[in-house]
């Protein structure tokens, strides 16, 4: 379910969140109790990302709690915190950064995937303002590593400086492929982070066939170190090196997001 040899990083495969009452009955077996899902999703797929950590805090032992239920090699990305991000001024949200990794995220071990940090779709770029932002995310917390990937959705980060930002901080841009937002499909940190926003009811996998065997290809392309052709660019290409590589179907018509994802992961094996 994960992929990867000597020339590639590992491919991450995945849905936002696990709990969505629709779901029931089409991913998750009728009769199955709520406790159990996320049980069944880690089972099926290879990460989660956790939106509800975008609205509010949670506990150390929901974390700890998260990891026991799930299998080796699967991860959790997860949301910051909109205090982090919804915000004027970004030079000043170190507070709030501080208290989003410090609430006990580190509770998930090698469970913890990258921390995304998404802006609103008004929040233009400001170069110096973002730069102070980059250098707030910390490398890591009670010695457990920490990875960030930031998600713009305003068409003024289509600029090279914006992606010599955040190549500078090690920070991934997050592509999305959306019909409301602008793409950015840089590569800037060491590994790619996709989301996959446009998935439509009528496919029963979201994704038409053909569409999954391109984002598939461009997975493994992404995972080889390579800048896949075919999208938005605002810079040079990254050097080629192998990059671990998370692609969530996320969004769009989320009744299909599992169907897409299990439908890549068997793309990914073969």
């Known amino acids: 379910m994960t992929s990867r040899d000597a020339h590639r990083g590992i491919i991450r495969t ?35 990302e956790v939106n509800g950590t975008y609205y509010s805090g949670f506990k150390p032992a929901t ?9 080796d090699n699967f991860v959790f990305t997860l949301k910051a915190s909109r205090y982090c991000t919804n915000r004027k001024v970004l030079a000043e949200a170190g507070e709030s950064v501080a208290r989003f990794v410090g609430q006990g995220i580190v509770e998930l071990g090698d469970r913890l995937g990258p921390i995304l940090w998404q802006f609103m ?11 102070a932002f980059l250098q707030l995310l910390p490398s890591s917390h009670d010695g ?12 003024s980060f289509a600029d090279p400086r914006f992606v010599d930002l ?3 901080a090690g920070v991934a841009i997050v592509f999305a492929d959306s019909a409301d937002y602008p793409a ?17 009811e009528e496919e029963p ?8 065997d391109q984002w598939t290809a461009r997975a493994r392309e992404w995972a080889s170190g390579g800048s896949p052709q075919g999208l938005p660019y605002a810079a040079n290409p990254a050097p080629v090196t192998p990059r671990d590589t998370f692609v969530f179907f996320i969004n769009g018509a989320k ?14 094996r073969g």
Do not use: N
């Open 14 to 48: 995945g849905i936002g969140g696990w709990t969505y009452e629709p779901w029931r009955g089409t991913f998750y077996p009728a009769g199955l109790p709520h406790k159990r899902e996320l049980e069944h999703a880690a089972a099926q797929l290879t990460a989660i």
């Open 121 to 131: 779709a008004t929040k233009k770029f400001e170069p110096d303002d973002f730069a």
């Open 144 to 155: 457990v590593t920490l990875r960030h990937a930031v998600q713009v959705r305003h068409d």
């Open 205 to 212: 996998t979201g994704y038409t066939p053909a569409a999954l």
């Open 184 to 200: 950015i499909a840089d590569v800037s940190g060491d590994f790619v982070y996709a989301r996959l926003e446009a998935a439509v």
């Open 255 to 268: 009744v299909r997001a599992p169907h897409g994802a299990m439908a890549m992961i068997e793309r990914l």
């Open 63 to 71: 974390f700890a709690g998260w990891a026991a239920q799930v299998p």
């Open 166 to 168: 955040c190549r500078r």
